[in-house]
């Protein structure tokens, strides 16, 4: 389950389980939802979360350029998905740690 | 009818633009016409009004004059003195007897005149049926001296006529009172003594009233000092009614107006219509002054009559012009029609030239002007891209059936070469790997590796000078013979290629010629021996990442003369040593700006590869050529070829093989994930492979099942894993659409956030995550296969 | 794109290349100067100065037109290759095949 909380203009998600093709577009719904309006900075919290594949990357792209990168945060990223970050160059791009 | 009808027709356009036109412009004439038409006839009419009312006037003045002249005469006998009262009273019965149109006669004295006892004196003579009787006027009931009869002629000293009433007798004779002062002469001084009375009969005067003639409907009136009718078409207003009190029932102030004017004694002709009073129509009048006594007469014109001509001459031209504009009407339509028709004829035929249909005919046109020409110009059009089209289909289907003999051609080049990876699994001492890019058309690029022995390799890459047909054959010869001659073991490199272009020399007519680089690997100590027949110089990458050329060449290609090739050169590779091959495709590729790739930028390239697999090497150089020559067409075939030297191998492992089928629902993705975690655990590999292996086979699989199938038909994936000690291998077989992940565009990692595109990405992660990665189109079907090594 | 001009330098033929040999311009190439060859008694040179580029097609086409002077018993030499172009010939052993000058001038002088 993932949890959402929003303080003013900060949006926080807190995912879990793994992300793969299937439930992304749940959490595009989830997050789109989410993303109203006055929400100007973003921060995802991947402590919870093993598995990504490409898809996920799409709505992380998506948020960036929503947000711009120095409104957004990705971070408690376990080793293999850092490692999927890694490939797709994201790491240069977004702060993910 | 439908045609004309027809809002946007031509012909519709036109009759509506010209015929209102034509209609204004006739309207504003004819309306001006009209005016100046009726202005005219005004102008006549009131000279003719004037000039009959006049005569009207003079005419009733005659015949009231000669009336009147009656009494004036014996008022002139009387006032001489000499005659008696009894002699008096027969001149009066006399000039009632003489005279049909009076009906009395009376003198009123002054009082006491005639006899100092009378007060009233007034001997009247009248008529009573054929009688003449006689009767003394004048009593107390009767004083005549304040009557106006008495009265007004003695104050104005002149005779005057009564206003007009019926006899007295009680017949419809319109009568009038002439009233004539009588004086005598005494001492030089005139006195008055008297009146003398006539009653006449206006009857004359009525007739002649009755007599005229004004147009149809029109007619003459009279009417006395104080407006009351003495004539007038309708007899019932004779008398009883005035032209004021018509003029009130008739609530006309026009009337009312005219009345007063003409009571005046004013003439003129009325520039205001109204409504006559006998026949209710529109009229104007002219009215002038009875001199004699202050009567007026008054002529009505009704305007439709007076109007009538100019009337007849507006419906007349109305007519004409209605005629004319239904005339200018069918004009129209007839010369809108003969363009028109030409027109939509035309139009069909363009119609069905679209369709295809060239051979329609169109209508000749034998008129000279521009729809004359157009259709000329259209005929000739016609035949012309008949012509054109039929040369272009010969051309195509010539074209066609050219290309369709060269993708013959080529997929049986493409047979010939290998390229199924990995090509030797179970040999672990080196890893190789290659590709091939043909150009548009048939490509004389060759690349080859097969072994001799167990322990010996041999490859080549070469490049067939030209293109086309004959250098693919020539390409596939040299192959046939390289194979061929190397099956004799034994031979070195030297010797086989000696052997090749011997034979290749030999009915050679086309003058072709294959540069050739051909090597022997032995795989159990590394060394390579190898022969260079004018090929590029190939790079050696040393685990260290030195980067260096084999720049010897021993001999011009093969194909062009019998020569003895020199002595081959040797070279051993180390364990993590590459040699990368590859023919001027590569370094020859050009971009937009027409710069070549260059050899310079290869060996760049190369020096960061030591410590990748030949795949990935060769799929960072593909990448980066591609990227280089964007935008342009690609001019030469690209061919590669990498082999790295590893080493002696572990000890031989036995292998895992399972497989699944998975149908194309996207559903199924979660039960597939299971399945293969499930599968991973029992094999003990780590949690990283484990993602590895999910991820690789999510993305290859979402990709074909969102992308791959254009029905909504159930296709089955079939889904091949295989693992011993120190890789796993996935096999992904599928019936998609052709699709090969190798030769599409990476996801373009370096770009700025903003210009980051979110396609393309998944297969860029599975080209990261994979040791190689091969893909084959065999019977319609996708195949490809990922290796990861642990 | 490709240009050819040529002149005659008492009797011997110096035939001017500008442009490139590819697989294009190499079949005009030889259509044009191929007669120019076979009507030539005397050596001939074909000045690649202002060559910028040279593919396998236009080696072939140089083999071809090396083949031709053979059989007339005249001699056919290249000069003025740049650097790349000069490797070309170098790694693919053309260089065995026909002679290559530096310059016109050293031609001439290998005439004498």
């Known amino acids: 389950m993932n949890k959402y909380e929003r303080n003013g203009k900060l949006l926080t998600c807190i995912l879990s389980g793994k992300i793969d093709t299937l439930n992304t577009s749940v959490l595009e719904n989830e997050i789109n939802e989410n993303m109203i309006e006055d929400i100007t900075s973003v921060v995802i919290d991947m402590q919870e979360v093993d598995y990504i594949s490409s898809s996920f990357l799409r709505i992380v792209i998506k948020i960036v350029k929503a947000v711009s990168k120095e409104n957004f945060v990705i971070k408690n990223v376990n080793p293999s998905v850092m490692k999927v970050f890694k490939i797709a160059n994201l790491t240069e791009i977004i702060n993910i740690g | 009818m439908k045609r004309i009808k027809n809002k946007r027709g031509l012909t519709f356009k036109l009759i509506i633009f010209i015929f209102l036109s034509v209609a204004i412009i006739f309207t504003l004439i004819f309306l001006d016409n009209y005016d100046i038409s009726k202005k005219m006839v005004e102008k006549n009419l009131k000279l003719n009004a004037e000039l009959i009312t006049k005569n009207i006037v003079y005419k009733a003045e005659k015949i009231l004059g000669s009336v009147q002249e009656i009494p004036n005469n014996f008022s002139k006998i009387i006032e001489d003195s000499s005659y008696s009262e009894a002699e008096i009273n027969r001149i009066l019965k006399m000039e009632v007897e003489n005279n049909s149109e009076i009906y009395g006669a009376c003198i009123a004295y002054e009082p006491f005149y005639f006899n100092s006892t009378k007060k009233y004196y007034a001997p009247y003579y009248y008529r009573n049926k054929k009688e003449i009787e006689f009767k003394c006027l004048g009593n107390e009931q009767y004083d005549y001296f304040i009557m106006d009869w008495y009265k007004i002629p003695k104050e104005i000293n002149r005779p005057m006529w009564s206003e007009p009433y019926y006899d007295k007798g009680g017949g419809n004779v319109i009568m009038s009172t002439y009233s004539v002062p009588l004086y005598r002469e005494k001492n030089g001084k005139k006195y008055f003594i008297g009146i003398l009375t006539a009653d006449v009969s206006l009857d004359l005067l009525r007739e002649y009233f009755e007599s005229i003639k004004v147009y149809k409907t029109g007619y003459a009136f009279m009417i006395s000092k104080k407006g009351t009718y003495i004539s007038h078409p309708i007899k019932e207003l004779i008398i009883n009614e005035t032209i004021f009190s018509i003029a009130d029932a008739q609530k006309s102030s026009e009337m009312r107006v005219i009345g007063r004017d003409m009571v005046k004694g004013e003439s003129s002709f009325a520039d205001t219509e109204y409504y006559n009073i006998k026949y209710n129509k529109l009229s104007r009048i002219a009215y002038a002054p009875v001199s004699l006594n202050g009567w007026s007469v008054g002529v009505v014109f009704p305007v439709d009559e007076f109007m009538k001509d100019v009337n007849n001459l507006f419906i007349r031209v109305m007519f004409l012009g209605l005629g004319g504009l239904f005339f200018i009407c069918l004009v129209i339509i007839f010369i809108s029609r003969s363009i028109t028709s030409p027109l939509r004829k035309l139009s069909i035929a363009a119609n069905k030239f679209a369709e295809g249909d060239f051979d329609f005919e169109i209508p000749p046109s034998s008129s000279n002007d521009e729809v004359g020409s157009l259709n000329k110009s259209f005929a000739h059009m016609q035949s012309a891209l008949k012509k054109y089209i039929e040369n272009l289909r010969l051309t195509t289907s010539a074209k066609e059936k050219i290309e369709s003999e060269l993708k013959i051609a080529r997929e049986i080049q493409m047979g010939m070469i290998p390229r199924k990876f990995p090509a030797f699994p179970e040999k672990k001492e080196f890893d190789i790997y290659g590709f091939i890019e043909p150009a548009k058309e048939v490509g004389g690029d060759l690349y080859d590796f097969f072994f001799i022995d167990d322990v010996r390799l041999c490859f080549a890459i070469g490049d067939v000078s030209g293109k086309g047909t004959p250098a693919a054959l020539f390409m596939a010869i040299t192959t046939t013979i390289m194979r061929a001659e190397n099956q004799i073991a034994g031979l070195n490199t030297s010797s086989v290629i000696n052997l090749m272009n011997n034979y290749l020399c030999k009915n050679n007519e086309g003058n072709l010629f294959v540069t050739l680089f051909l090597g022997i690997l032995n795989t159990s100590t590394g060394e390579v021996e190898y022969i260079n027949a004018g090929h590029n110089y190939p790079f050696v990458i040393k685990s260290n990442g030195a980067v260096s050329e084999l720049n010897t060449t021993h001999c011009i290609p093969l194909g062009i003369s019998i020569n003895t090739c020199s002595n081959p050169n040797t070279f051993k590779l180390e364990k993590g040593d590459t040699i990368f091959l590859y023919t001027d495709g590569v370094s020859e590729a050009f971009n937009i700006d027409d710069q070549q790739y260059s050899i310079k930028k290869i060996s760049e390239i190369l020096h960061n590869q030591a410590n990748h697999t030949p795949f990935e090497i060769i799929q960072h150089i593909i990448d980066d050529v591609k990227d280089f020559s964007q935008g342009t067409e690609q001019s030469d075939d690209i061919s590669v070829l990498a082999i790295k030297y590893l080493g002696k191998p572990l000890s031989k492992v036995p292998t895992q093989n399972y497989q699944m089928v998975i149908k194309n629902s996207i559903g199924n993705l979660s039960s597939l994930s299971e399945k293969i975690t499930q599968l991973c655990n029992n094999w003990e590999m780590s949690s990283d492979v484990l993602n590895k292996v999910n991820l690789v086979v999510e993305e290859l699989i979402s990709n074909t099942i969102f992308y791959g199938y254009s029905d909504t038909f159930e296709h089955d994936i079939i889904l091949n894993l295989m693992y011993d000690e120190s890789t796993i291998s996935i096999e992904i077989i599928d019936d998609a659409k052709e699709f090969n992940p190798i030769t599409q565009k990476s996801a373009d990692i370096n770009s700025d956030i903003n210009e980051r595109q979110v396609g393309g990405l998944g297969i860029h992660l599975v080209k990261s995550l994979s040791d190689a990665f091969t893909y084959q189109r065999e019977d319609s079907k996708n195949k490809i296969k990922i290796i990861i090594q642990f | ?112």
């Not at chain 3, 005659?8 to 030889?30: C, N, P, Q, Y």
């Open chain 3, 1 to 112: 794109m490709m240009k050819i001009t040529n002149e005659k330098i008492s009797e011997l033929l110096i035939i001017h290349t500008e442009g490139r040999l590819d697989a294009i311009t190499s079949v005009e190439f030889e259509k044009e100067v191929m007669p120019m060859i076979q009507q030539s008694e005397h050596p001939v040179l074909i000045d690649f100065g202002k060559l910028d580029y040279i593919s396998s097609a236009g080696l072939r086409t140089v083999l071809i037109l090396a083949k031709e002077t053979k059989k007339s018993n005249n001699s056919l030499a290249l000069c003025s290759l740049n650097e790349t172009i000069l490797e070309v010939f170098r790694i693919s052993g053309f260089d065995t095949i026909v002679s290559i000058y530096p310059t016109i001038e050293e031609w001439f002088a290998s005439m004498k």
